[in-house]
């Protein structure tokens, strides 16, 4: 798998990874086109990653990586084992020091400054992945340059706080023909402020799935905060509807 790119090729991966998170159906409603979804879930073979998980993607994409450091260790002359701070690496050893070695323990290989070929013993060795160690050996070295090792994930794109509402606790404030269109919750406060909290059902129409109101007394209202922040929203499940929450401080 190829994972090194240019800045251009760089670009134009998280250009599609955040248009994809813009389309999926948590935001707007739509569907990703059906050969599209087959390579995101790879024929439906794979579980497709989440938004806090392309988040992290993005991120991993968008820093430079660390330069590959492989640690060596002998004993005897001979090698013990390697290790790195990079997944997925092998190691080949050229001893050219064949002295009372049989034929078949010596292979003819190419030199990098003739065309020559000189006879050598080849070993090959599995690199372990271990990241934090080889940051230790650096440390006691000198060498500088490798990112710090996380002691814990990073944080998503929001440091969330989870909160239900329950759908008994929610009142229906909507018109007579369809009440739940608008729910109203009293008792939320955030840092001593008490807040008005409405959830306004939305549904999602045309090609593109354009997130509008379900109920036309309230198109206005979802429309100027769509058009206040330039995006349509997330939505909640609430008594089998999808709603959006708004939440405001309540008016002096």
Known sequence: MNTTFNKRQTATILAALRTMQQV???????????????????????EPMDDDEIDALCEQINVTPDPAIIVVGCEGGLVQGASSNIEGLSLIVLDYDTEGCGDDEITEVPQSDTVELEPAIVGLHTVV?????????????????????????????????PLTIPDADWTQTGSTEDPGARLHYRGMRINGLSMHVEAIAVKHEGEFGEQNACDEMF????????????????????????YIIIATPHGR
């Not at 599209?36 to 439906?44: A, L």
């Not at 934090?132 to 990112?147: M, N, S, T, Y």
Request: proline content about 8%.
């Open 219 to 242: 198109t206005d209202e979802v429309g100027t905060l769509q058009s206040l922040c330039d995006t349509a929203f997330c939505v909640a499940e609430i008594m089998g509807r999808e």
């Open 129 to 161: 992945h271990d990241a934090p160690w080889i940051h230790q050996i650096c440390d006691a070295v000198g060498v500088k340059g490798l990112r710090e090792q996380p002691t814990e994930p990073p944080p998503s794109r929001f440091d969330r706080m």
């Open 24 to 46: 999926r159906g948590e935001c707007y409603g739509g569907e990703l086109p059906e050969d599209i979804e087959s390579i995101r879930n790879n024929c439906g073979t794979l």
